[in-house]
């Protein structure tokens, strides 16, 4: 296995794809190197657990495998690998979804301890890391996801509704909408706070 | 516009550059003059942009990847079709099925040749018999259906004590 980053998605060659997709082993693990940290990433964000995200990152490369042989080079296979990604991780998210208090795990976020000056940048780090993810935990898993592809992925309007493959105005208001409950989670907090 | 509907831009297309230049300058152009839209803009970016946009794309460790690897692969190899182990038995029952089994054109096409010549040899003498069919004595012009009858009856009776032509015959009548 060669080290993180080695490979990147323009390695990969319609060449082999075609060998993937005739059970080239090889050519296969070429994909899964080049696609992981892109896979990894969305699960990690849409479930935020670590071993919920290993389980997608396996279910997606073996959907990948299985279905190579049917992709018509008709969008980019990075299109094509982040819709099976966001998928899966969505399914993933409503079968194991747990009704927890957001606006609890939002105010323990912004109210981390403060820390001594040598561990401040770390802390600092891991407070901010942990607002992201009350943030996104906020929204329903397909909210979450557009904002993924958006906030955090940087694809536009466009690229978001062709890799789910729904209407651009969709993605639009899946956008407002989830912005509107972060809004409406930091009001309640200062509500609460008060 | 109005500010409702400014503020539904200023949540989407605005914050994520996606507006045309035309419509961005009307919206910088009412910013400019609405108090209300400002805050609601400054606030937006503070809780759901600006949160985003210092976060890193996280990834699993590389042991992760190297174990994740490793169970596709072995998941891959086990839904490959697996080579049997050489077995004389089996081969000889494969061998013999396939040879039964399978049609061989040569086979199939001799066994027809045979069949239809031995329909051509038995339907041939039945084809050149001439079919004879029994004289229909005729009902004479004037006579009734009993006058027939009692016609055919006495002549089958005449028939009964004809003469059967051999002298074994006449030994024994």
Redesign the interface.
């Known amino acids: ?1 060669a ?2 980053g080695e490979l990147t998605m323009q390695d990969i060659s319609r060449e082999i794809i075609s060998r993937a997709a005739q ?1 080239d ?1 090889n050519a ?2 070429t994909i ?2 080049a696609y ?2 892109i896979v ?2 969305v699960a ?2 849409v479930v935020n657990r ?1 071993e919920d ?2 389980d997608i ?2 279910e997606v ?2 959907n990948i ?1 299985h279905n190579l042989k049917n992709f018509r080079f008709e969008s980019s296979l990075k299109t094509w690998i982040y819709r099976a990604a966001v998928n899966t991780a969505i399914n993933h998210s409503k079968k194991t979804s747990r009704h927890r208090d957001r606006t609890v795990e939002y105010t323990e976020a912004l109210n981390a301890p403060n820390p001594g000056e040598d561990a401040r940048q770390k802390i600092d780090a891991q407070s ?2 942990k ?2 993810q009350t ?1 996104l935990n906020a929204v329903s898993p397909e909210q979450r996801a557009c ?1 993924v592809l ?4 940087g694809l ?2 466009q690229e978001i509704a062709a890799t789910l493959n729904i209407p651009i105005n969709t993605v ?1 208001s899946r ?2 909408r ?3 409950t ?2 409406a989670l ?1 009001k309640e907090v200062i509500s609460h706070e008060m | 516009m109005k500010c409702e509907r400014i503020q ?1 831009i200023l ?3 605005y ?2 550059k ?1 507006l045309n230049p035309a419509i961005a300058k009307q919206i910088d152009e009412h910013l400019a003059n609405c108090l209300k839209c400002r805050e609601f803009l400054f ?2 970016r503070q ?3 600006q ?5 890193k ?4 460790p ?1 042991e ?6 490793l ?3 072995k ?2 190899e086990a839904e ?1 079709p697996q080579s049997v182990a050489f077995n004389p038995l089996l081969d000889f029952i494969s061998t013999f099925k396939s040879f039964v089994l399978t049609p061989r054109p040569a086979f199939v096409l001799s066994a027809v040749a045979v069949i239809a010549l031995m329909a051509v040899v038995y339907l041939k003498p039945f084809n050149n018999q001439e079919i004879v069919c029994p004289q229909v004595p005729e009902i004479e012009s004037g006579e009734t259906y009993s006058d027939y009858v009692a016609k055919e009856l006495f002549v089958s009776q005449t028939d009964d004590n004809g003469d059967y032509g051999t002298a074994i015959e006449e030994y024994f009548l």
């Open positions: 296995m080290d993180k059970g082993l296969f693990e899964y190197k992981f940290n990894t990433n990690l964000r670590l995200a290993e990152a396996q490369f073996m495998y901010h890391e607002i992201v943030l904002i958006r906030s955090i992925e536009s309007y639009r956008i407002k989830a912005r509107e972060m809004l930091r | 539904e949540l989407t297309d914050l994520d996606e606030e937006v809780i759901s942009a949160p985003f946009l210092e976060t794309k996280l990834s699993l590389l992760s990847q190297e174990k994740i690897w169970k596709i692969k998941q891959i490959r």
